[in-house]
């Protein structure tokens, strides 16, 4: 694996979950292939979960860590080419991430979507600036229109619990307070599509994904006939792609409730996080036994450590071909 | 050990306070305990000997490290059970703690408290729920009503430095600008009434300290009284616990002066720092040699490490029964 | 080695450079000398380079490493002797820094000049008391008159590409928007009258350079004079040392261009990075084959493993003189 941006750099999904789920068994048996290699983590936004399993996943692997908060501990970036700098940035991502290539043997970067110019955010310049100019491997710490680890983690978890060979899997819109990227349902929707299930996605009008992502999924504006005979519940707000990072909605009857979760055939809930109680859901879902939250979570580990593990070995390959 | 949050945690102090003299004599006999797991460390609230002891004790013991500010790193927590989340926390502590369980072996945790609610704070309302959700043991790094790795660090200083058998032990408040929490003459309270020492706490009127924390303390507002025979001065500020969270006085006459050390019986100077110098102590006191505050702040190194090593030997015993 | 705090305490400069560029070829040759060791980063101001550079170099050590913003992850430090500490600081650096000692084998300290007080910055007085108080190594990271990492990294970057036994260097003063300190420049001329080139500063009138760091460079106000037959030329902007940290010219003529290049002996372009693109120097000098910042950025790593390990080395022979 060259970099981790999306599902395109997965050569073979399939065998990637089966690798995570492996890990969760044997968490350190790959322990000596990070030696003597240095991962950064570069964080443009706020992270709890990324921040951590990423972190535990590569000192798993016997990685060491750099981690940068780069607003609060560097300084602004630029990120367009012929740039004047006479403002408030003081370097160039000409610079920025080649220096830190020359340090860093693997670069995470997360950086969040502006949400009001969505040519400029599904462009993902920054991401596709680190990727040309830093020289190393990059994995996307979510980007702004995907968040690749996160769904890897969904389908990983997915694996671990489904009771039927192809399960109904259903992408809730549900209501918010502030406006949020695409990122976790567009990445959710291009793995889903890419995966062995019967993939469908209900939302209020106005809130339909990029059709890139979208892709071949069912889609309907009818959420209680989305439910019925689910398998898994997957909820998240998002943000209007078409009126660009607008919220049109903040109907409370799309909250997921246990009289919807009712309807399905005894359904997991799942939810990236950070979740809004009694916004998004209800506390009754959370704390149920169905609600597999938590456990998702923890999955974030072995999908970073997977990807990271093929990352390496590419590495590896290349430095020493005569190994393989 | 389960957690460490008081000093009821601690199964047998007097051998704590022996095995963190040892760690001070060979730091590294214990390095392979540690292997494979990680402890977190969380900060609500700003940190300098305890972020830098507690990493420094984890690494002496091959423990790996995640350090995060929970506000500048993550984003606002919820603590309220049936909160509607429609405000300005983005995450409940009954995701964020089983969260990072996930993630981190050990956790540690400092909270200071809002001193504005005093029935809140002496619930202890954030250390409890993340004992309650994190399913992991957690390290209090001082929370609203204690500080305990930093009285076991005072007990060790004590036991380092006596010349008695008994030694006379004294808690002195003293003037500040600010209004401070009591958790430091709490939690010093609870662990020298807990050991074999002669113990006084002085301070103005209306300043006692709860009475579950001063126990059978002698108590006196009489400073000059307190301080005659005194092997150890203990110098503290805190605010009033009857007037709760309020500053009654700043009386510069309660300041630890040269004049006022005389009295004692060439007591050792202790504080746990930071301290406001010539508001709380004088110079010439801090710059004594009686002075023994920079030796006390080292101690905290071996106080954490005999912590985490009676914490990792409950998990190692847990994980590998066959091993004990 | 003692401390890195200048040219001064580089036994021999040669030595050091070759070491670094023995590094450069087997990075991890000496990763087991900072074992149960570790380093402390204490950051007063933002630092890209420094703070990833130096952490590879640690790690490529086998330091531990324990990375602290003093402003955010602590709080406000009091450095005046007898200062009554009643106002915003909390703690006095007289205890600050032997803490940190207490925990930390080697500290790294990044410290700016305020650019107001002349005296007051070039006193180095938050260094000196780092130095005077810690008990420890001190390593600057950028103190406010030099960055001696940053000049030992750029006369290794100078060994490395020059291609005549005593290259001429040029250290050309460029605009820029903000006032900014003349450590870099002050460092670098130190350096560079310590070590065998035909060394130029060129600048405006009034942006002089303090005498004892100019020393007898030839200094010229005509730049493209001082860009004949050069071979390397080093662009920096500073304010100026007379007019205490006043910006006197923006003056554009000054920008380093491909046709003042054109006047050099094919010289390679250095600068130690952050650099406002088309504002100190053109995008066409910086995307030429002849720039070598990324390079030059990327020596910063062998420039701070080797000050490490010069100064662990003193560390093991201090304790255990047997071995030698």
């Keep these: 694996m060259q970099h981790f941006l999306s599902v395109k750099d997965a050569i073979d999904v399939q ?7 492996l ?21 443009f936004n ?3 979960r990324t921040r951590l399993s990423t972190q535990r996943a590569a000192q798993n692997l016997g990685l060491e860590l750099i981690v940068m908060n780069v607003g609060q501990d560097g300084w602004g970036l630029e990120f367009e080419d012929g740039a004047i700098m006479d403002g408030n940035k003081a370097e160039h991502i000409r610079e920025a991430a080649p220096v830190v290539g020359q340090y860093c043997d693997i670069v995470g970067i997360r950086s969040f979507p502006g949400l009001l110019d969505r040519e400029e955010d599904y462009s993902e310049n920054v991401l596709n600036q680190f990727v040309k100019h830093t020289g190393r491997p990059i994995v996307s710490l979510e980007s702004a229109t995907r968040h690749p680890l996160q769904s890897l983690t969904d389908l990983i978890t997915i694996e671990e619990l489904k009771t039927k060979p192809r399960p109904k899997v259903v992408l809730s819109w549900a ?9 976790v349902p567009n990445s959710f929707a ?15 009008e106005g809130y339909e994904l990029a059709p890139e992502f979208a892709g071949n999924a069912k889609v309907t504006h009818n959420q209680e006939e989305a439910f019925k005979d689910a398998d898994f519940i997957y909820a998240k707000n998002w943000s209007s ?54 456990q998702q979570a923890g999955n974030r580990v072995w999908a970073a450590q997977v990807v990271l593990k ?3 070995l590419k590495i590896i390959r290349e430095e020493s071909p005569y190994l393989f």
Aim: some cysteine.
């Design 23 to 43: 890990y969760k068994k044997t968490p350190y048996a790959d322990k000596h292939i990070g030696k003597n290699r240095t991962m950064g983590l570069l964080f």
């Design 15 to 21: 065998a990637l979950v089966k690798e995570a789920l």
């Design 46 to 48: 706020s992270s709890l």
């Design 241 to 294: 792609y078409n009126e660009y990072g607008k919220i049109l909605s903040q109907d409370p009857s799309w909250k997921i409730t246990t009289e919807k979760m009712a309807l399905t055939d005894n359904a997991k809930f799942m939810h990236c996080l950070p979740v809004r109680r009694n916004v998004v859901v209800d506390d009754a879902v959370l704390d149920s036994p169905n609600s597999v939250v938590i």
């Design 310 to 312: 093929q990352i390496l």
């Design 175 to 183: 209501p918010h307070v502030k406006a949020l990227p695409q990122a």
């Design 190 to 204: 291009e793995w889903m599509n890419a995966a062995d299930v019967d993939f469908v996605i209900t939302h209020p």
